[in-house]
């Protein structure tokens, strides 16, 4: 015999829950972006920093407002290191050979300022990783 009430509860637990994300307030998104401009702001000293490296050379040398940086195409397959690699390791790469410094973790606060700055250049461009 066919039991309706067992059915309706086995439709009800089948049935997908509506999940609601977490609201943000005007105060939350507007702490956020203070929070991210700070950040920024330290990205932009470190990518004039001459001490960033041992030659004197500075990141803006090459990339003037982290032009033809790309952030945007990341992760990529980069020749100079033969494998797909993600924003923070060019940053390194570039950190080892033009500017001679030392290479920096990918969580170390002056390489989230380096990428945040990076990456603020190009906000509102559309992201395509892989792309050259």
Sequence with gaps: MFNYKKTLIILALSVPSVVVADEFTKADLTQWESEFQTV???G???F???????NGVVCAQCHPNAANTHPET????????GKVISLWEMVNWCL?????G???AADDPK????VAYITS???GVKLEAGKH
């Design 102 to 104: 030392q290479p920096l």
């Design 111 to 114: 390489m989230t300022a380096l």
């Design 121 to 123: 250049e190009r906000k």
């Design 96 to 100: 080892r050979n033009p500017l001679e």
């Design 40 to 42: 920024v702001k330290q």
């Design 44 to 46: 932009r000293v470190a």
């Design 74 to 81: 990341y992760p990529k397959f980069q020749k100079q290191i």
């Design 48 to 54: 004039t920093d001459p001490n960033l490296g041992t």
